[in-house]
């Protein structure tokens, strides 16, 4: 097999023409308005509210500050229960505001908590379930609605890999009492950098706004403690440029994935995750589970692929609940997720990803597991 000259990556930031981004920055000199909820901002979350059909939201400077003003909002305190195989940003923001992550195991038909395993973790501090919709593969919501109910809990949903996703025709931040979307560059819709909060309740809204303004509800009543998390108006403009982009963007991937799919779907010692039906899917990522009891271990795959010029990643290991900061939290009852954690591995996707690219990769893996 020859070695593709020029390195495949993980991942490519969509950038739009350049020269629409240039005439979209005039107005930011015309206005002279730089940041603080300007009119830019303003513009893309309508823009946005009406491409993700929800009726709430308010925008951040990143997902990662979205995600804690959301916890502040929603008062939660105690424990939160949560998955261990996300990324390291969605346990950081819990236990920034003092509260004790506790980690659930997750299911091996989506990766994503498993519905089953949240009750026996529940006690008189947890707060809020917070799951996440790992690789944008929608979490069980009526299951989590379900138990929330019953144990009158906040549901805080991580959907950082999930714009645009839809169960049942229903918009995936139609769920929970929140919903977090990371518009980071590596997501497949971005801001630069940004984070979006939909929510249920409009009057959390205000709340929100507050938290990301230092709290501020105005001159001199400061209500919050709150934190400097506003979105500034360049980064409003490449959300809006993108927003024209974005489903020739989801077509080029789920292009990509299907071709993905139909190479690797027969190859032994690599399974792939199930697609649900009626689930309108974002093609965030690619992830493979390589079952070394057929050959090689996840680990060597990823490290003769770098020979090969593929960079892919193990997204996610380590667990959350192993990393040194949490050690404490340690758990030898996560056996899903300790399992899944050991042997994914997530390939490159993005739109600019050519065919000829996507069968290189699905020749390299099969020497490499075959062999
Ligand atoms: C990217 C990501 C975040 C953080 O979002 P930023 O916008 O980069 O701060 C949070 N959770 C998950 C699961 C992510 O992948």
Request: glycine share 4%; hydrophobic share 35%; proline share 4%.
């Amino acid at each position: 097999m020859k070695r593709i000259e020029e390195p495949i990556y993980i991942t490519r930031p969509f950038l739009p023409p350049i020269e629409e981004y240039y005439e979209g920055i005039k107005t930011i000199w015309e206005n002279q308005y730089l940041t603080n909820n300007g009119p830019i901002v303003r513009e893309f979350a309508e823009r946005l509210k009406t491409h993700l059909k929800v009726k709430n939201m308010s925008l951040f400077v990143n997902g990662t500050l979205a995600l804690d003003c959301a916890i502040k909002a929603l008062d939660l305190k105690g424990e939160i229960i949560t998955t261990p195989f996300t990324f390291a940003a969605t346990t950081h923001c819990i236990a920034n505001n003092q509260i004790k992550p506790v980690f659930c195991d997750i299911s091996l038909k989506d990766y994503n908590i498993n519905v089953d395993s949240i009750e026996s973790l529940i006690n008189e501090n947890t707060t809020a379930i917070m799951p996440v919709h790992v690789y944008g593969t929608p979490c069980d919501v009526k299951g989590i609605e379900k138990i929330a109910k019953k144990y009158n809990l906040k549901v805080l949903y991580d959907a950082a890999h999930a714009f645009g996703v839809e169960v049942n025709g229903k918009p995936i931040g139609e769920y929970g009492d929140m919903s977090m979307f990371s518009l980071h560059s590596t997501k497949v819709f971005h801001s630069i950098e940004g984070g979006a909060i939909v929510c249920k309740d409009e009057a959390y809204i205000k709340k929100m706004e507050a938290l990301r303004n230092f709290g501020i509800y105005n001159e001199e009543s400061i209500e919050l403690i709150g934190t400097n998390a506003k979105m500034n108006e360049f980064q409003a403009t490449m959300g809006i440029l993108n927003l024209k982009y974005v489903d020739c963007e989801i077509e080029k991937r789920k292009k990509i994935t299907r071709n993905y799919r139909s190479i690797l779907k027969n190859i032994k010692g690599i399974r792939l995750l199930d697609e649900i039906e009626n689930v309108k899917y974002s093609y965030s990522y690619f992830p493979i589970l390589i079952e070394k009891e057929f050959g090689k271990s996840r680990d060597e795959v990823f490290e003769e692929l770098k020979k090969f010029n593929i960079f892919a990643r193990k997204y996610f290991y380590p667990l959350c609940s192993d990393f040194t900061c949490y050690s404490q939290n340690k758990s030898e009852t996560l056996l899903n997720a300790q399992y899944v954690s050991e042997n994914i591995l997530t390939l490159p996707l993005y739109g600019q990803l050519t065919e000829y690219q996507v069968e290189y990769i699905c020749n390299v893996l099969k020497i490499l597991i075959v062999a």
